[in-house]
């Protein structure tokens, strides 16, 4: 912490954040593309996230705070579960679930993290949520840039356009339970 006072003094930042900074850091490199603000990643990196979730690539990052809770309790699994983890964090669209998720991702080892994710997301209103399986659509690659492209500029996961999609969908399904039917856009 005396270090982490230090830097901090030369820096202007306080010494919690050069120790988050330091935590963090200590990830092993292949989770530093993954944090918010963080490097670019090499093609290598990105491929051995996608190797612990495929879709990686379209989530915003990891918050520091998130990454630094990770970095504390790297010590309490393995090297591979670590970077699954934080590959896994990454979809949570606010701190507390990623924080929760990432703590019983570590607490239950031999537990499948997709299931760990899923009991997050979930929490106690299991009633309240379908589980939209992970499908893969077959688009021709200028959609799929464009959808891309569509996520980027509007700073939004993929995960929350189909979350949009669906409760639009879901509206209209009750709304005309009358007899008509979703009316689905071609």
């Given at each position: 912490?005396?270090?982490?006072?230090?830097?901090?003094?030369?820096?202007?930042?306080d010494?919690?954040?050069?120790?988050?900074?330091?935590n963090?850091?200590?990830?092993?490199?292949?989770?530093?593309?993954?944090?918010?603000?963080?490097?670019?990643?090499?093609?290598?990196?990105?491929?051995?996230?996608?190797?612990?979730?495929?879709?990686?690539?379209q989530?915003?990052?990891?918050?520091?705070q998130?990454?630094?809770?990770?970095?504390?309790?790297?010590?309490?699994?393995?090297?591979?579960?670590?970077?699954?983890?934080?590959?896994?964090?990454?979809?949570?669209?606010?701190?507390?679930?990623?924080?929760?998720?990432?703590?019983?991702?570590?607490?239950?080892?031999?537990?499948?993290?997709?299931?760990?994710?899923?009991?997050?997301?979930?929490?106690?209103?299991?009633?309240?949520?379908?589980?939209?399986?992970?499908?893969?659509?077959?688009?021709?690659?200028?959609?799929?840039?464009?959808?891309?492209?569509?996520?980027?500029?509007n700073?939004i996961?993929?995960?929350?356009?189909?979350?949009?999609?669906?409760?639009?969908?879901?509206?209209?399904?009750?709304?005309s339970?009358?007899?008509?039917?979703?009316?689905?856009?071609?």
């Amino acid at each position: 912490m005396a270090v982490a006072e230090k830097v901090g003094s030369q820096l202007d930042r306080d010494s919690n954040a050069v120790r988050r900074y330091v935590n963090v850091l200590s990830l092993p490199e292949v989770v530093h593309p993954l944090l918010s603000n963080g490097p670019e990643g090499t093609d290598k990196q990105w491929a051995i996230l996608k190797n612990y979730n495929p879709n990686v690539r379209q989530y915003s990052g990891l918050w520091w705070q998130v990454a630094d809770l990770l970095a504390t309790r790297q010590s309490k699994v393995s090297q591979d579960r670590l970077i699954a983890i934080a590959a896994h964090a990454v979809v949570f669209s606010d701190q507390t679930n990623a924080k929760e998720f990432i703590k019983k991702a570590v607490y239950e080892e031999h537990r499948p993290l997709d299931m760990v994710q899923r009991e997050v997301l979930s929490g106690n209103n299991h009633d309240q949520y379908l589980i939209v399986p992970r499908v893969a659509v077959k688009l021709s690659p200028e959609k799929k840039q464009a959808m891309m492209d569509h996520c980027h500029e509007n700073r939004i996961s993929l995960s929350e356009v189909v979350t949009e999609e669906i409760e639009s969908l879901a509206s209209q399904a009750s709304d005309s339970r009358s007899g008509e039917g979703v009316q689905f856009e071609s």
